[in-house]
């Protein structure tokens, strides 16, 4: 029998993990983290960084409002799930401190300075014992987002200091409180109005309360606050590294008893929702906008409506957030206070909506991110969109398939076979062709040739030649047209896959294509889709048949199309005649190459030449265009990975296009893999382009987003992530198979130049290897000493002991640290080829298994052999070490800079977390590091998963290394595992000794 004490935590435990992982915001519900508990972020606002979104608020407790603990941290990747990080800003034990326990911190918002690269928080402070008199704000900074912060200071803004929109008038009144005993009468607000507090306050600097942080489009942040006796708002500018204020403040709706400050900016203007004074109890909302951030501020009505507006729906704003990933979308996050049980303080997330250009809220139970009109990340963060984007693993052949199966199974589950042959669902079907033989899946094979039994083997029907046209046009008459003929593409295929060779399959596109080429005319491929949907068929039918008419034919055509449309200066296609630069111009006076159509052509191409004879006379001059091709669509990619639908006037059609962009991808990769593209050339193009395919245009049912949709004019419709089309999804699948091939041939193009896979039994093979001894580097604990490593089951292992060495250099006095420590308390050992094998470029692999107890900083690094460090350069293949008590995995590089043994550092470091949370036994297990180091780049690795990318464009030493690129010299391999020091923590005597052990070191170099 269940007891009521069971029963009741039997029905907590079900609300609390049935509650998670959600889809949706529940307004003034039990909001759970991952740990099934509450969500303890109160007056909190939220800092998206590096793509996720970092949630800080007051931590509250059951019976007090005061700060107990201190300011939470919390992290989602969705809004709707939420990670606890912990405390980012404890309280202080220490009575004296300004954030003593028991103090109050109210409304802390965090914001990221891109200059110092530290995160900065500002809150509310009131000392402890002292209730609200002080009114301060207290600032803390910290490396890494989630903390621990340290408190810097608390103050009040601007002593000594008039806000700039108080006049001289006001300025030069002599206004005393003692003068105006009586609140709230006309002579009172007159002279609140003219300074009174300001005055009151100006030696000592404004009250501040209530508060929000806000960084503007130019990186100027500011402070928004409550002030003067809650009386009236303050908006103050920020120091450049955003410590402290520059002397630049306003003042806002004075007298008007605002609080609880939320600023967003739409389209120029500026908004803020704030609230009335009443202490805990909820009010209705006050509007406020402003077309410069620190001129005039106009007042407005309450912008919430309906059941509950005049009380903010029982709650108070706190903060406003833009989301991500979607065009003017903001979520209005409040507080529901309750002062009588604080912990259980509830959170109100409404969605912003605008009517007449004004922000309006309205009461919902339930909603999520689908209310917000869909739409791109373009004008939002393209800053961390092409940090995200470009800075990923790479791709796997058998991840490369699985995508392609993950797309083709959706498409073909939901779209039936019998369909019509016209171009879009053909284009289609020439992707599912690909797909078919990279996977060998039989089901592609089948629905295709359903597909074409269900047509007949034929495109346009019509039977009579007298009446065939070839002009723009769907009935069966337009036999001719273009878009009727790209069918024969995969007939011929199937054709060829055929064993019987059945020559049905393929009669009606011979009687069409030989009757065409019978004619006079050469103008059938008057617009630029034409060449992708025709070119292929000749060569194809030149293949079946060996017809040369076909070739002959093929460029006869090819030459109209070309002198109508292509644009040698540039070197792209326009869509057709009508739109030939000058006569037509977009309306920024540019030329207007249409994406898709370019993407038909540059595809076309690749198509073609995959068939074409080696020894065809017109061959060099399709190879000149499509190389043309690749270098113009190279310097018009945009720092996302897509092209825009206009590809020389973004600003003409903003947002992501996905046909365009896949079937470019598809070309660049066909073109590489075949050798008539240079890799180091394109690497970073093609892995920008699949990034946005993959990361951004392909949706997680395998739906492919963002394709426009059919019409000749880049700027019409609108699209999102749920925007598809068959022609499109065809695109990425001719993208998909040529990138599982290219990632095959990632490795193929390497060959191993030396290995040291550590069989020898006992020691280390000293003709490769030599031996670092006593104390190097960092004020690092342990004695490096040789016979810390041995050999053993074909593994090398460095052993770290706990055991007292003697230093035999020990000198009391001197300055060194490596001299004035009588002993070292523990032993380790560092290997390097120094002098003995060296590298320039190539592929580098180690498998290795580290040791992750505390103090141990186990690192595989190389250093370049010229130069002393840092101009000789430095890279961190691994490093393992706690920052801010955390451990992190780092992957770095570093160089010279203008000061002697200063770097200049491009380092990612990883929480550990993220490959324990994954799998707990990470640990336990081997793992493979890995550098892709070639002229122009040096990315690295964990098991596959791309850590960090550093462009050797941006490399140069300082004056110290003689601006010299330390990265275009050889390189010897260090592996090593200290203990303590400068970032290895304090040592876990109990876990010694450690064992970092290596299973092999491998180079490879480009054949």
Not at 683 to 688: A, E, G, L, R
Not at 764 to 770: E, G, I, P, S
């Given at each position: 029998?269940?007891?009521?004490?069971?029963?009741?935590l039997?029905?907590?435990?079900?609300?609390?993990?049935?509650?998670?992982?959600?889809?949706?915001?529940?307004?003034?519900?039990?909001w759970?983290?991952?740990?099934?508990?509450?969500?303890?972020?109160?007056?909190?606002?939220?800092?998206?960084?590096?793509?996720?979104?970092?949630?800080?608020?007051?931590?509250?407790?059951?019976?007090?409002?005061?700060?107990?603990?201190?300011?939470?941290?919390?992290?989602?990747?969705n809004?709707?799930?939420?990670?606890?990080?912990?405390?980012a800003?404890?309280?202080?034990?220490?009575?004296?401190?300004?954030?003593?326990?028991?103090?109050?911190?109210?409304?802390?918002?965090?914001?990221?300075?891109?200059?110092?690269?530290?995160?900065?928080?500002?809150?509310?402070?009131?000392?402890?014992?002292k209730?609200?008199e002080?009114?301060?704000?207290?600032?803390?900074?910290?490396?890494?987002?989630?903390?621990?912060?340290?408190?810097?200071?608390?103050?009040r803004?601007?002593?000594?200091?008039?806000?700039?929109?108080?006049?001289?008038?006001q300025?030069?009144?002599?206004?005393?409180?003692?003068?105006?005993?009586?609140?709230?009468?006309?002579?009172?607000?007159?002279?609140?109005?003219?300074?009174?507090?300001v005055?009151?306050?100006?030696?000592?600097?404004?009250?501040?309360?209530?508060?929000?942080?806000?960084?503007?489009?130019?990186?100027?942040?500011?402070?928004?606050?409550?002030?003067?006796?809650n009386?009236?708002?303050?908006?103050?500018?920020?120091?450049?590294?955003?410590?402290?204020?520059?002397?630049?403040?306003?003042?806002?709706?004075?007298?008007?008893?605002?609080?609880?400050?939320?600023i967003?900016?739409?389209?120029?203007?500026?908004?803020m929702?704030?609230?009335?004074?009443?202490?805990?109890?909820?009010?209705?909302?006050?509007?406020?906008?402003?077309?410069?951030?620190?001129?005039?501020?106009t007042?407005?009505?309450?912008?919430?409506?309906?059941?509950?507006?005049?009380l903010?729906?029982?709650?108070?704003?706190?903060?406003?957030?833009?989301?991500?990933?979607?065009?003017?979308?903001?979520?209005?996050?409040a507080?529901?206070?309750?002062?009588?049980?604080?912990?259980?303080?509830?959170?109100?997330?409404?969605?912003?909506?605008?009517?007449?250009?004004?922000?309006?809220?309205?009461?919902?139970?339930?909603?999520?991110?689908?209310?917000?009109?869909?739409t791109?990340?373009?004008?939002?963060?393209?800053?961390?969109?092409?940090?995200?984007?470009?800075?990923?693993?790479?791709?796997?052949?058998?991840?490369?398939?699985?995508?392609v199966?993950?797309?083709?199974?959706?498409?073909?589950?939901?779209?039936?076979?019998?369909?019509?042959?016209?171009w879009?669902?053909?284009?289609?079907?020439?992707?599912?062709?690909?797909?078919?033989?990279?996977?060998?899946?039989?089901?592609?094979?089948?629905?295709?040739?359903?597909?074409?039994?269900?047509?007949?083997?034929?495109?346009a029907?019509?039977?009579?030649?007298?009446?065939?046209?070839?002009?723009?046009?769907?009935?069966?008459e337009?036999?001719?047209?273009?878009?009727w003929?790209?069918?024969?593409?995969?007939?011929?295929?199937?054709?060829?896959?055929?064993?019987?060779?059945d020559?049905?399959?393929?009669?009606?596109?011979?009687?069409?294509?030989?009757?065409?080429?019978?004619?006079?005319?050469?103008?059938?491929?008057?617009?630029?889709?034409?060449?992708?949907?025709?070119?292929?068929?000749?060569?194809?039918?030149?293949?079946?048949?060996?017809?040369p008419?076909?070739?002959?034919?093929?460029h006869?055509?090819?030459?109209f199309?070309?002198?109508?449309?292509?644009?040698?200066?540039?070197?792209?296609?326009?869509?057709d005649?009508?739109?030939?630069?000058?006569?037509?111009?977009?309306?920024?006076?540019?030329?207007?190459?249409?994406?898709?159509?370019?993407?038909?052509?540059?595809?076309?191409?690749?198509?073609?030449?995959?068939?074409?004879p080696?020894?065809?006379?017109?061959?060099?001059?399709?190879?000149?265009?499509?190389?043309?091709?690749?270098?113009?669509?190279?310097?018009?990619?945009?720092?996302?990975?897509?092209?825009?639908?206009?590809?020389?006037?973004?600003d003409?059609?903003?947002?992501?296009?996905?046909?365009?962009?896949a079937?470019?991808?598809y070309a660049?990769?066909?073109?590489?893999?075949?050798?008539?593209?240079?890799?180091?050339?394109y690497?970073?193009?093609?892995?920008?382009a699949?990034?946005?395919?993959?990361?951004?245009a392909?949706?997680?049912?395998?739906?492919?987003?963002y394709v426009?949709?059919?019409?000749?004019?880049?700027?019409?419709?609108?699209?999102?992530?749920?925007?598809?089309?068959?022609?499109?999804?065809?695109a990425?699948?001719?993208?998909?198979?040529?990138?599982?091939?290219?990632?095959?041939?990632?490795?193929?193009?390497?060959?191993?130049?030396?290995?040291?896979?550590f069989?020898?039994?006992?020691?280390?093979?000293?003709?490769?290897?030599?031996f670092?001894?006593?104390?190097?580097?960092?004020?690092?604990?342990?004695?490096?000493?040789?016979?810390?490593?041995?050999?053993?089951?074909?593994?090398?292992?460095i052993?770290?002991?706990?055991?007292?060495?003697?230093?035999?250099?020990?000198?009391?006095s001197?300055?060194?640290?490596?001299?004035?420590?009588?002993?070292?308390?523990?032993?380790?050992?560092?290997?390097?080829?120094?002098?003995?094998?060296?590298?320039?470029?190539?592929?580098?692999?180690?498998?290795?298994?580290?040791?992750?107890?505390?103090?141990?900083?186990?690192a595989?690094?190389?250093?370049?052999?010229?130069?002393p460090?840092?101009?000789?350069?430095?890279?961190?293949?691994?490093?393992?070490?706690?920052?801010?008590?955390?451990?992190?995995?780092?992957?770095?590089?570093?160089w010279?800079?203008?000061?002697?043994?200063?770097?200049?550092?491009?380092?990612?470091?990883?929480?550990?977390?993220?490959?324990?949370?994954?799998?707990?036994?990470?640990?336990?297990?081997f793992?493979?590091?890995?550098?892709?180091?070639?002229?122009?780049?040096?990315?690295?690795?964990?098991?596959?998963?791309?850590?960090n990318e550093?462009?050797?464009?941006?490399?140069?030493?300082?004056?110290?290394?003689?601006?010299?690129?330390p990265?275009r010299?050889?390189?010897?391999?260090?592996?090593?595992?200290?203990?303590?020091?400068?970032?290895?923590?304090?040592?876990?005597?109990?876990?010694?000794?450690?064992?970092?052990?290596?299973?092999?070191?491998?180079?490879?170099?480009?054949?």
């Open positions: 029998m269940i007891r009521l004490r069971e029963l009741l039997f029905s907590w435990c079900f609300v609390s993990f049935s509650a998670f992982p959600q889809n949706a915001f529940n307004p003034g519900k039990l759970l983290d991952d740990t099934g508990k509450h969500i303890n972020a109160h007056g909190g606002g939220v800092l998206f960084f590096e793509g996720k979104y970092y949630w800080f608020g007051e931590h509250k407790g059951e019976n007090s409002n005061n700060a107990l603990v201190g300011v939470t941290c919390y992290s989602s990747g809004l709707y799930d939420w990670k606890n990080e912990g405390v800003l404890p309280v202080s034990e220490d009575k004296h401190s300004d954030i003593a326990k028991g103090c109050i911190i109210e409304r802390p918002k965090v914001i990221y300075n891109p200059k110092t690269k530290k995160f900065v928080m500002y809150f509310h402070l009131e000392l402890k014992g209730g609200y002080a009114a301060r704000v207290g600032i803390a900074v910290s490396d890494n987002i989630t903390g621990k912060y340290k408190f810097v200071k608390s103050l803004p601007n002593a000594g200091i008039f806000p700039i929109n108080m006049t001289e008038e300025k030069s009144k002599k206004l005393k409180m003692a003068d105006f005993p009586e609140w709230w009468t006309p002579e009172w607000y007159s002279a609140v109005n003219d300074g009174l507090f005055q009151r306050d100006f030696e000592t600097g404004q009250m501040s309360r209530d508060m929000t942080l806000y960084v503007d489009d130019d990186g100027k942040a500011y402070h928004i606050y409550s002030s003067e006796d009386l009236t708002l303050q908006i103050a500018e920020l120091s450049d590294d955003f410590l402290y204020y520059t002397g630049k403040y306003i003042r806002i709706a004075s007298g008007g008893h605002n609080e609880a400050p939320a967003f900016k739409k389209d120029g203007k500026y908004f929702i704030t609230s009335g004074c009443t202490g805990w109890n909820p009010n209705a909302a006050r509007l406020f906008t402003a077309d410069n951030i620190l001129g005039e501020w007042q407005h009505p309450n912008p919430c409506v309906g059941k509950g507006a005049d903010t729906f029982h709650s108070q704003s706190t903060f406003i957030l833009p989301v991500q990933g979607k065009k003017d979308a903001f979520i209005f996050m507080d529901r206070w309750k002062p009588e049980n604080p912990i259980d303080g509830r959170y109100i997330w409404l969605p912003i909506e605008f009517e007449n250009g004004l922000p309006t809220l309205k009461w919902r139970d339930q909603w999520d991110l689908s209310v917000f009109p869909p791109d990340l373009w004008e939002n963060n393209r800053t961390t969109t092409l940090e995200v984007h470009s800075k990923q693993k790479s791709v796997t052949k058998a991840e490369a398939i699985a995508l199966k993950k797309v083709n199974d959706f498409w073909q589950v939901s779209h039936i076979a019998e369909a019509t042959p016209f879009h669902i053909a284009a289609y079907h020439t992707g599912n062709m690909a797909a078919y033989k990279l996977t060998g899946d039989k089901k592609y094979l089948e629905y295709s040739e359903k597909w074409a039994e269900h047509n007949k083997w034929r495109g029907t019509s039977d009579d030649k007298s009446k065939w046209k070839y002009n723009y046009g769907e009935t069966p337009h036999v001719l047209f273009g878009d003929q790209i069918c024969f593409q995969t007939y011929v295929d199937l054709y060829e896959l055929d064993n019987k060779k020559t049905y399959k393929i009669a009606r596109a011979c009687e069409v294509m030989e009757y065409e080429m019978s004619t006079p005319a050469n103008d059938y491929w008057w617009w630029a889709d034409g060449l992708y949907m025709v070119m292929p068929v000749m060569t194809k039918l030149y293949k079946a048949t060996e017809n008419l076909y070739l002959e034919k093929l006869e055509y090819f030459s199309a070309k002198n109508r449309m292509y644009d040698k200066e540039e070197g792209l296609f326009f869509r005649a009508q739109y030939v630069y000058p006569e037509h111009k977009t309306p920024n006076g540019k030329k207007d190459f249409w994406a898709r159509g370019n993407g038909w052509v540059f595809a076309g191409l690749a198509k073609i030449l995959q068939d074409l080696e020894n065809n006379v017109h061959r060099s001059e399709y190879i000149k265009v499509f190389t043309n091709f690749a270098k113009a669509l190279k310097a018009a990619q945009l720092p996302e990975g897509y092209w825009t639908r206009s590809l020389l006037d973004a003409f059609v903003q947002g992501y296009e996905t046909s365009g962009t079937f470019f991808t660049y990769l066909w073109g590489v893999n075949n050798g008539l593209l240079e890799r180091s050339e690497q970073q193009t093609i892995d920008k699949w990034h946005y395919l993959t990361g951004i392909l949706q997680a049912d395998g739906t492919v987003g426009q949709p059919i019409g000749e004019r880049a700027d019409q419709h609108v699209v999102n992530e749920r925007t598809t089309s068959d022609f499109g999804v065809g990425f699948l001719l993208a998909a198979t040529e990138m599982a091939r290219f990632a095959e041939n990632n490795d193929s193009d390497y060959q191993l130049v030396w290995s040291e896979e069989n020898a039994e006992d020691k280390v093979d000293t003709a490769v290897w030599n670092e001894h006593g104390f190097v580097r960092n004020n690092e604990d342990q004695w490096y000493q040789e016979d810390n490593t041995f050999c053993k089951n074909g593994v090398l292992v052993e770290a002991r706990k055991e007292k060495v003697t230093n035999p250099y020990y000198e009391a001197h300055s060194d640290w490596r001299r004035n420590r009588p002993f070292a308390e523990y032993t380790s050992a560092s290997i390097n080829t120094r002098g003995k094998k060296g590298f320039q470029y190539g592929r580098f692999e180690i498998r290795a298994k580290i040791p992750t107890a505390s103090g141990a900083w186990p595989i690094w190389t250093l370049g052999k010229n130069m460090w840092p101009s000789n350069g430095e890279i961190d293949m691994m490093e393992y070490y706690p920052i801010k008590g955390i451990p992190h995995i780092l992957a770095n590089v570093a010279g800079t203008e000061q002697p043994n200063k770097a200049k550092w491009d380092s990612q470091t990883v929480p550990f977390s993220k490959f324990t949370d994954k799998d707990p036994n990470w640990a336990n297990k793992h493979v590091w890995r550098m892709d180091w070639d002229e122009n780049a040096i990315r690295l690795y964990l098991d596959d998963e791309f850590l550093t462009l050797l464009s941006e490399t140069k030493n300082g004056s110290i290394g003689n601006y010299t690129n990265f010299q050889s390189h010897y391999i260090l592996l090593n595992l200290a203990i303590g020091g400068d970032n290895g923590g304090t040592p876990d005597d109990a876990a010694f000794p450690l064992q970092y052990e290596v299973d092999y070191v491998r180079v490879f170099q480009k054949k």
